[in-house]
């Protein structure tokens, strides 16, 4: 699982990683039970403080798609064995109908959030 994160982005950089790791658990690249790099040697691939992965991490165990044990390091929880595919292809179409209009992902977000997501 190839994970990056870019500096002149405005978002947190421990928000970065877990939208990387949501999204690789959603395409199906990390599966139920896979365990994710340690903290510390993730956070010196990726160039940054390991409390920040901590916080990904302790982001995600909050949200259900992860499982953090001590000693074992973290894996993606058995609820990330949910079947994406219904949304990834709404999210396909949405992304199709954003490009025709000529909608900024910004502005694509924003109708989402404005709709109820968080």
Known sequence: M?????????APLFVQ??????IAVVRGD???????????????SLDINVHTVLHAYQELRDEGLVELRRGR??????????????????????????TRLGLSAAVVTALLKEEGLK
């Open 17 to 22: 990683l877990a939208n990387t790791l949501r």
């Open 73 to 98: 390091g973290a894996t993606v929880a058995a609820a990330a064995s949910q079947d994406f595919a219904v949304l990834r292809t709404a999210l396909e179409a949405v992304a199709t109908e954003a």
């Open 2 to 10: 190839l994970l990056r994160l870019d500096p002149r982005d405005d």
């Open 30 to 44: 990390a599966g139920p039970g896979e365990r994710l790099p340690p903290a510390r040697e993730l956070a010196a």
